[in-house]
């Protein structure tokens, strides 16, 4: 009888094994209950990977042709509900474009310091949940915190805490209130400082590092090919901004740096987001100046065009003049009236490239609405990043994209 301690071939000393199909998701807590993902495993590795979206089903372009021009907003409000403000500046320049009017120079600086309040919410949101879902807890509630007092100023100004339907075409729907400035540069640094305070926990944790540098990984001629945008594309090494390459209302006029990666990971994908917060204070503070230099009374000092066709007149003249009831009565009804017309109008929202393709075939209510998403291409990359990855490794890839559904399924 041979001896039980006989070296056996080592062929023979492995078990057979087949590949494993898993799900993962929908009702996952990583995938924000509206992704699913189908996974080809070998062993605890990824080999293949389906990324199936549209477990929303909102259809929020089809409602908005449904509607009046103006009746839009509060769905542009949920295509990305972290960053609202951004999605109202982008639709309400693309039906601006159709009309050929430019907003006064009041109500575009306010645009942009609405957007970068809304951006950095939109940063400190994703950095803190893809901190958390790594175990680290501490720093999510610390970027909440800040967030929260950005929404508080935004919620004064807006009266709504997050979805804010604050903008217009034309401009925007009320007044700043006169310690709008003072109220953002006392806010900054407190928010930069805990900012800071996060990064300080995070940077020097070897389980953060470990999950984070060299996982994930995108290339850059794949992002570009794929069409991402925002951090996800900046982190590989591009260097694309559309607030740069194609300045629009007063971008132009503000000093800011492009934060841009060089692996094209987790990593890379979070300290673009980090820089970018900072960058964004840059830019609210010098359009606090810029606001500050504006003449009071000018025409300049408005916050809408003074057009009877296009904006709401006052409620004063609503009720107490026929004109202004008749004028209230056929926007509200009637809608604008939009020429005929096809655009496309591009911002940089808070995950990249967001454009608004609109079909005008005049009157009051749109044709044809088209929104390019910014998630939605940095989803489509996903599998490309975790494939040759571990099981554990999706969940900080997946949280460094930074996916909305609102804007996925939209």
Known sequence: MESIDQEL?????ELPAEPMT??????????????????????ETVKACDVQPGYLHRAQEKMGERGTW?????????????????????????????????????????????????RISDHLTCNGAMAMELGAFTPFLWFIKAR?????????????????SYGRIGGLAARDTEDFGARCLEVMPKMLAVAT?????????????????????????????????GPVLRSTGVDYDVRKDKPYLTYGEVDFDVPVGEDGDNYDRYMCRLEEIRQSVRIVEQSIALLNKIEKGSPEDEVSVKDPRVVL????????????????????????????????????????????????????????????APSFFSLSAVSEMIIGGM??????????????????DR
């Open 70 to 118: 103006q009746q839009f907003f509060p769905y542009t409000d949920r295509l990305n509900y972290v960053s609202p403000m951004l999605n109202n500046v982008g639709y309400a320049l693309a039906v601006e474009k159709l009309l050929g009017i430019t907003v006064p120079r009041r109500a575009q600086i306010l645009r942009v310091i609405h957007g970068e309040l809304a």
């Open 22 to 43: 898993l799900n993962m998701g929908p009702s996952h807590p990583a995938m924000h209950g509206t992704i699913r993902m189908v996974l080809k495993l070998d062993g």
């Open 391 to 408: 099981i554990a490794d999706i969940v900080p890839t997946f949280g460094s994209i930074n996916m909305i559904g609102g804007e996925c």
């Open 313 to 372: 007149p006052p409620k004063e003249d609503v009720y107490n003049t026929i004109e202004g009831t008749i004028n209230h009565f056929k926007l509200i009804m009637e809608g604008v009236q939009i020429p005929a017309g096809e655009v496309y109008q591009y911002t940089e929202g808070g995950n990249g490239e967001l454009g608004f393709m609109i079909v005008s075939r005049g009157g009051g209510n749109p044709w044809r609405i088209r929104v390019r």
């Open 9 to 13: 071939d080592e062929s023979e000393l």
């Open 148 to 164: 929260e007092w950005l929404w508080e100023i935004i919620e004064t100004q807006t009266g709504a805490r997050m979805t804010h």
């Open 197 to 229: 305070e996060g990064e300080s926990l995070l940077l020097k944790n070897r389980i953060f590092l470990d999950r984070t540098q060299g996982v994930g990984i995108l290339s850059k001629k794949r992002a570009v090919s794929m069409g991402a945008s």
